[in-house]
């Protein structure tokens, strides 16, 4: 299976600063014949069901602001929230889904400062 | 506006059994795949099954192979999932997901809020 580790576990950031989390894969989730990665990012709320942010490890899910970005390729990869706002507190997963089983990230929790 | 809605969990015994409903809504169930996937306590997700949009592929995670069936019925925009010999270990929050197919890749771009179950005596 492939392993994703996620860092940082949780992190604080003053409100309209920007937040970085980071994933990193045990193997790369790049498929060579259409040079994708099969990565994506989560945010979970609390009673809230989750949802898809970023797809293909930097394409933005219909509907999702534009403040949020990924980047990143192979085995490293990164969501940035460019101007962190108050209802973006929330934790936050990666997931590949190169093959089977998916498996997710452990989570990171985004808090305001 | 899309929907998953998850039922069927709660208190069970060790060695006993459930059977989680998940009723979709807002969108073709029928041209997807289905997903569950659960949380413990303070802990990770953990993906736990894949079901084909007409019934077939099914896939298991190897931590639930032989206790966990996944089934659904298309006519009931309905995903189920058959939990037996239930274990503590199992205790979680349960979540239903819709899977988009793109590329060969089986992509989880929709959840339910989830159903709880815990396996205590």
């Known amino acids: 299976d492939i392993v994703m580790t996620q860092s940082p576990d949780s992190l604080a950031v003053s409100l309209g600063e920007r937040a970085t989390i980071n994933c990193k894969s045990s193997?790369?989730?790049?498929?060579?014949?259409?040079?994708?990665?099969?990565l994506a990012w989560y945010q979970q709320k609390p009673g809230q069901p989750a949802k898809l942010l970023i797809y293909?490890?930097?394409t933005r899910e219909s509907g999702v602001p534009d403040r949020f970005s990924g980047s990143g390729s192979e085995t490293d990869f990164t969501l940035t929230i460019s101007s962190l706002q108050a209802e973006d507190v929330a934790l936050y997963y990666c997931?590949?889904?190169?093959?089977?089983?998916?498996?997710f990230g452990g989570g990171t929790k985004v808090e305001i400062k | 506006q899309m929907q998953l809605v998850e039922s069927g969990g709660g208190l069970v015994k060790p060695g006993g059994s459930l059977r989680l409903s998940c009723a979709a809504s807002?969108?073709?169930?029928?041209?997807?795949?289905m997903s569950w996937i659960r949380q413990a306590p303070g802990k990770g997700l953990e993906w736990i099954s894949y079901?084909?949009?007409?019934?077939?592929?099914?896939f298991y995670a190897d931590s639930v192979k032989g206790r966990f069936t996944i089934s659904r019925d298309n006519s009931k925009n309905s995903l189920y999932l058959q939990i037996n010999s239930l274990r503590a270990e199992d205790t979680a929050m349960y979540f239903c997901?819709?899977?988009?197919?793109?590329?060969?890749?089986?992509?989880?771009?929709?959840w339910g809020q989830g159903t709880l179950v815990t396996v205590s005596s």
């Open positions: 293909w490890a930097s």
């Open positions: 807002g969108f073709t169930f029928s041209d997807y795949y």
């Open positions: 079901i084909g949009s007409g019934g077939s592929p099914i």
């Open positions: 997931q590949q889904y190169y093959n089977t089983p998916p498996t």
């Open positions: 193997q790369s989730v790049l498929y060579s014949s259409n040079n994708k990665n099969y």
């Open positions: 997901a819709r899977a988009r197919i793109v590329l060969a890749a089986k992509m989880i771009d929709s």
